[in-house]
């Protein structure tokens, strides 16, 4: 006897839908790191720090490209929510630029352990499975990696606050990761 294949729902998780999601969310989480630095960029005036960010949201705009072109090569659909990550990401990035420079690179720090921890899962998940894309993830972890340590270089952990910020805006990325994963 065979078994009936088991119903599935949107958002379960089939391992052919794996990578798709894969993609489908790092592609959200890249596009949400780019309105945030836009974000940040709308308010910080001249000086280091702002050009600590350009730094960070050129490479943002590359990772972005990047993943532009496989959800295009491997025709996955974008997440339903980029309208939503639009406007939540560049209002996180003005909301924590607002707060001071070093508020805005607590974001960063806060963003980017996030985003290192969620391809580091990913990477392991592929395995041996799709080398092409494991390289791109660990390439771009490494970026993120960096841009967490300018941040804190530039005194983010002395934000008043810090552990409040940091806490919320990791609780934020997390669900954004979620969320973007399924839908
Ligand atoms: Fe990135
Ligand atoms: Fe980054």
Redesign the pocket.
């Given at each position: 006897m065979t078994a009936e294949p088991k119903p599935t729902l949107p958002g379960d998780a089939g391992p052919e839908s794996d990578v798709a999601a894969m993609i489908r969310v790092d592609h959200a989480g890249?596009y949400g790191?780019v309105r945030i630095y836009d974000g940040q960029l709308a308010v910080i005036g001249r000086g280091r720090v702002r050009d600590e960010i350009r730094r960070m949201a050129e490479?943002?705009q590359r990772?972005l490209a990047a993943f532009d072109e496989l959800v295009r090569a491997r025709q996955v659909r974008p997440t339903l929510l980029q309208p939503l990550w639009h406007v939540a990401g560049f209002a996180l990035g003005a909301a924590t630029a607002l707060l001071g420079e070093r508020a805005a690179m607590a974001c960063t720090v806060a963003v980017e352990e996030v985003?290192d921890a969620h391809y580091r899962d990913q990477a392991e998940r592929l395995g041996q499975a799709d080398p092409a894309l494991r390289e791109t993830l660990e390439s771009?972890r490494a970026?993120?990696l960096r841009h967490r340590d300018a941040a804190l270089e530039h005194g983010a952990a002395e934000t008043p606050g810090y552990e409040l910020i940091s806490a919320a805006i990791k609780a934020g990325s997390r669900l954004a990761i979620w969320l973007s994963t399924r839908l």
């Open positions: 890249e790191a490479q943002e990772h985003i771009f970026d993120e």
